[in-house]
């Protein structure tokens, strides 16, 4: 007689785990699963919310001038004008309450100050704002379409064609960006914030068509991409529309780092005198004008290094966040609370089944070879069975 006993749930942590993570994806797309994912990151939902109070208030403070066209803003000032000098030419804002011996809480007419003309800063600082987003979104779309197409059509077809545009690529990975950027800055920087980004983005591209390529080289081999085929469909049906939506989320992160090197750069540039030529500006140009007034007005050299800060480290947070989005890898941990919920509302689900461990009341089963086997008499009769097991052979034989 042997009692069996049920093993432990040595698993149930995992179990738990895997119970929270289906019942919050119960139902959804992958679509809807990635944006809730995103949605639940606290840093790219903070960056986002900073991104776009910045982008709002550089396009409706100043108002937007593009190729002659002036849409004014709701500042009094715009970057050219020249007003009497107020307070030294230091800022207006203030933050510390009197009580405490500050000036108040004020914003001022020139909250960010003047510089040594009179030129509001804070208008100057939006405009060149304005210059600067314009020129990480223009050379980050450009980027990001040369990129996937070179990459797409390397992973794709391989051979002749990928040699050729990989070897393309690393001619122009040898090539410094910034020297590239430096002469054709110099030549069309005059032409506006637009070109400069056309042409930073048509030198950008490189490390995305390395990662678009090696993404399709793994995915052509899918079943998804055999089933296509069978089907008829032609090369650039599977690459746009079945391999691609696949790769989306390597673009898209990827695609955010551009345009935060892209603006890290265009700041270069400027800094250096081969961005945004005069009379225009931007944030890197703000900065070149007034190094030499680091001493004695820091506050014309603090506000555009801080802009460009603010800029760069929300695009960085954001591709951080789509990064956990996409990827099914990056999954969060959830709280002990939530585990201990989880637990509970699986109930009985959760534990093992229980296994009779009570005696046998049957006899114990007895196999005989060549027969079925007997599991005893209960109504006390005798084995039915022949004591000679039967081996097969007829009767006459033995």
């Not at 490189?206 to 081999?221: D, H, I």
Request: glycine residues 10%; hydrophobic residues 45%; contains cysteine.
């Amino acid at each position: 007689m042997t009692s069996v006993t049920p093993e432990p749930a040595t698993t149930g942590t995992l179990n738990t785990e895997a119970t929270i993570e289906q019942r919050e994806t119960e139902g959804l797309s992958q679509g809807q699963i990635v944006r809730r994912r995103f949605f639940r990151h606290r840093g790219a939902m903070v960056a986002m919310v900073v991104l776009t109070f910045i982008v709002l208030l550089a396009f409706t403070s100043v108002g937007i001038s593009l190729w002659g066209i002036r849409i004014p803003g709701w500042w009094q000032y715009n970057w050219t004008e020249l007003p009497d000098v107020e307070n030294g030419g230091a800022p207006t804002l203030s933050f510390i309450p009197q009580w405490l011996g500050g000036e108040g809480i004020r914003f001022g007419n020139h909250p960010f100050g003047q510089d040594e003309v009179g030129r509001d800063i804070f208008a100057v600082v939006m405009r060149g704002a304005q210059q600067s987003i314009m020129v990480m979104v223009i050379a980050g779309v450009v980027a990001t379409i040369i990129g996937v197409v070179i990459g797409a059509l390397a992973g794709y077809y391989r051979k002749a064609t990928d040699a050729v545009l990989m070897r393309f690529t690393d001619i122009v990975i040898t090539i410094p960006l910034i020297v590239i950027g430096s002469v054709l800055g110099r030549t069309f920087g005059s032409l506006g914030a637009a070109v400069l980004g056309v042409i930073i983005g048509l030198f950008a591209w490189t490390t995305l068509a390395r990662l678009v390529r090696g993404e399709f080289l793994s995915l052509r081999e899918r079943e998804f991409v055999d089933a296509a085929r069978v089907s008829g469909a032609r090369d650039r049906r599977i690459i746009f529309r079945h391999i691609l939506p696949n790769a989306v989320g390597v673009i898209v992160v990827n695609a955010t780092l551009l345009m935060a090197g892209a603006i890290l750069l265009e700041s270069a540039l400027s800094y250096i005198g081969f961005g945004v030529q005069s009379p225009d500006t931007s944030l890197g140009k703000i900065v070149s004008e007034n190094q030499a007034a680091f001493s004695t007005r820091p506050w014309l050299f603090w506000w555009p290094g801080v802009f460009i800060i603010a800029i760069a480290l929300c695009i960085n947070f954001i591709g951080d966040g789509l990064r956990d989005a996409f990827d099914p890898r990056q999954k969060k941990m959830p709280s002990v609370r939530a585990m201990a919920r989880a637990g509970r509302a699986g109930g009985a689900a959760a534990v093992a089944p229980a296994v009779d461990t009570s005696p046998a009341t049957d006899a114990p089963s007895v196999t005989m070879p060549g027969a079925a086997p007997y599991a005893g008499d209960p109504a006390g009769d005798r084995d039915p069975r022949p004591e000679t097991p039967h081996d097969g052979r007829p009767d006459t034989e033995r």
